[in-house]
């Protein structure tokens, strides 16, 4: 892996976007576990904190670097008594901002400035004041919380309930929910398990530990993402250090990071948790452009794991199911290296669940020479999807595959902001955002209305996530297609054209070892050649047929969207020959020689996704290539059957 400071040369300026993180203050008005170091309000360190006008020329100089977004946190951030001035400040020279709080220093000045748009979290520590008080030891702390909440509601500021479990307040978790339900539309829950505090102090350090939720407990509440999982051939996505074969810890995270951490007192470094001092640059002594183009890239390779970590972590099957980093291992023994006996506990039980969920929510189907990944929130039963999907089962993966996810209730998607709609007709209306496709599912009777699905796949549609307006239609069961849209070829003939693959309107079968192809629009003749050759071939499917480019030549797969004839299969065989369709009194072969009656007639039985140009610009190629590699046959036929002796001879011919 490239290290960050051999990805651009030192003091070139950083792309676009930056986002900033800032604390404010470790000090905190309780004496809550989430503060990292225990400072009194009062404390000598209050006098190093950054002054009001360093944060200014700090704001200033990351702007220009190209820092647009700013995360403010603590300690809790309203302690400054500046804190109004600098949220003023910060906010006014950001596009966006996420502020923490614990809500109970909000007065009505500040809640008009929480108006900005912006990401405001306020955390609650319990449902009842009882309960909230004694974890954040701090008598009255709920009340004051509860008229932060009636501030932010007078003055038109939305805000984000933030739950922050333990286990001296997971009793009252579901007491919780409902409390912030009732105090906003949004809310969310904090960090399932607890880190460490910086200052070391053992006292604080063994009341954090105890309290810890279950490991299960921190799993439940912190599930997998699944659809979050990249397939094969995706551009690389964050990778940990701890799943890298080398020892340089922070090495990976350096490499793509585009955001940093500042402190209270002007140390900056690259991620919020570390707390290392050796890995800190002095902003009250040198300048943001310093710490960004030279000493941030420079810690690539100063932090190695060494043979702790190699015998450790760095070996663990269960790597890639674990929460650990090096920040961890820091915040708990000291070490950057050390592994976090929690933290393995975790990831047992992370790839326990795994286990489990895949074998129930998830399948794999393999079709047109790759497969696809069905994956659910609602358990996939034996009587999920038709019975003629079951013979496309396959029981894994492969490294050319296409992930889709389901979900049962839909999205908050502002039509506004989804880019250009490139089509709109009954049952679809198509935007492009940005690289992926966003598919709104519209009555025909009127399409004003919310929609009854959402699907958004990435450029490529190789992997799709697809919100359904409830699960009554899933539940029912017998589904005959794996999107659950009418049809799976807006997901299938999207995906081919990349793969040098088409989906034509045609019947498909293995005469002999060769596979023929019988092309015609509904009516030309399709299931009835099928019934002809039922005894004699393998029918591979008698209305939807995969034709697609191998090293080997062009292959033939059967589908499961079948016409008049229900019998599929998931086979292929090599295309030897395509019949275009013609209902008549003889029974004849003509070989057609004309390249451009050949192209018109398979380009007039494609069948078509959203057609973009660039898709029609890969068809063209493809059909082209097509009519230039297999040999095609007008065909004529009646029901007597006789026409079956000629492709017999055809089929066993080695040069047709």
Not at 15 to 32: A, H, K, Q, V
Not at 474 to 488: A, E, I, K, Q, V
């Amino acid at each position: 892996m490239t290290s960050y400071s051999e990805k651009r040369k030192i003091g070139e300026a950083p792309r676009l976007p930056l986002e900033g993180n800032i604390d404010l203050t470790y000090r905190c008005n309780n004496d809550c576990l989430h503060c990292w170091l225990r400072i009194p309000p009062d404390a000598p360190e209050r006098k190093q904190e950054l002054s009001f006008n360093e944060i200014r020329r700090i704001v200033d100089e990351a702007r220009k670097a190209g820092c647009r977004r700013w995360n403010i946190s603590g300690g809790e951030p309203m302690l400054r008594p500046d804190f109004a001035e600098i949220f003023d400040y910060i906010t006014s020279k950001s596009i966006s901002y996420t502020l923490n709080t614990n809500g109970t220093r909000i007065t009505a000045k500040i809640a008009a400035l929480m108006k900005r748009k912006g990401a405001k979290m306020v955390a609650i520590y319990g449902a009842t004041a009882d309960v909230h008080d004694r974890i954040t030891r701090s008598r009255g702390s709920f009340e004051k919380l509860m008229e932060g909440f009636a501030r932010l509601k007078d003055a038109g500021a939305g805000f984000i309930v933030q739950i922050i479990p333990m286990r001296d307040n997971y009793h009252q978790y579901k007491d919780m929910i409902r409390l912030a339900k009732s105090l906003s539309p949004v809310y969310r829950i904090g960090a399932p398990w607890l880190f460490l505090s910086a200052c070391g102090d053992p006292l604080k350090n063994e009341d954090i530990a105890r309290q810890r939720l279950s490991p299960k407990t921190v799993v439940d509440l912190d599930k997998p993402d699944f659809s979050a999982e990249r397939s094969p051939g995706d551009e690389a996505s964050f990778t940990c250090a701890h799943i890298r074969e080398d020892d340089r810890l922070y090495a990976s995270c350096l490499s793509i990071r585009r955001d940093f951490h500042i402190d209270p007192y002007g140390r900056m470094t690259f991620c919020s948790f570390i707390k290392d001092p050796t890995l800190m640059y002095d902003l009250k002594k040198g300048i943001f452009s310093e710490g960004w183009d030279r000493f941030i890239p420079s810690l690539a390779d100063r932090i190695r794991g060494g043979r702790e970590f190699r015998e450790n972590c760095g070996a663990c099957e269960r790597r890639q199911d674990c929460r650990w980093c090096g920040v961890y291992g820091y915040l708990e023994h000291g070490r950057h290296s050390a592994k976090v006996e929690y933290l393995c506990a975790v990831a047992r039980e992370n790839r326990k669940y795994k286990k489990e969920w895949e074998r129930s929510h998830r399948r794999f189907y393999r079709t047109g020479g790759f497969t696809i990944r069905v994956d659910s929130e609602l358990p996939i039963t034996d009587s999920t999807f038709h019975p003629k999907l079951k013979q496309f089962e396959s029981p894994e993966s492969d490294d050319d595959l296409i992930s889709i996810h389901h979900y049962f209730s839909l999205p908050k998607l502002d039509r506004e902001k989804l880019g250009a709609c490139l089509y709109r007709r009954a049952p679809w209306a198509i935007y492009r955002h940005g690289d992926s496709f966003v598919y709104f599912g519209i009555s025909p009777i009127d399409d004003r209305h919310n929609p009854n699905m959402i699907a958004v796949f990435n450029g490529g549609h190789t992997r799709g996530r697809i919100f359904h307006n409830g699960a009554r239609i899933f539940r029912r069961g017998n589904l005959h297609s794996l999107t659950l849209f009418p049809s799976d070829q807006i997901l299938l003939g999207r995906v081919r054209a990349d793969r040098e693959g088409c989906y034509l309107q045609s019947a498909g079968l293995i005469l002999h070892g060769a596979g023929l192809m019988f092309v015609g629009h509904s009516s030309a003749g399709k299931s009835t050649i099928v019934k002809m050759l039922k005894d004699k071939a393998e029918i591979l499917c008698d209305d939807r047929i995969i034709v697609r480019k191998r090293s080997e030549g062009f292959r033939l797969y059967g589908t499961w969207s079948h016409g008049e004839v229900p019998i599929i299969s998931p086979s292929s065989a090599p295309l030897k020959a395509i019949f275009f369709l013609h209902k008549s009194k003889e029974n004849r072969l003509e070989r057609v020689k004309n390249k451009k009656e050949v192209t018109a007639e398979l380009l007039a039985c494609l069948i078509k996704p959203l057609a973009t140009v660039d898709w029609w610009e890969k068809m063209l190629v493809l059909i082209e290539k097509i009519t230039g590699a297999v040999p095609c046959y007008n065909l004529y036929f009646d029901k007597s059957g006789d026409i079956v002796t000629e492709l017999e001879k055809l089929a066993d011919k080695k040069t047709l």
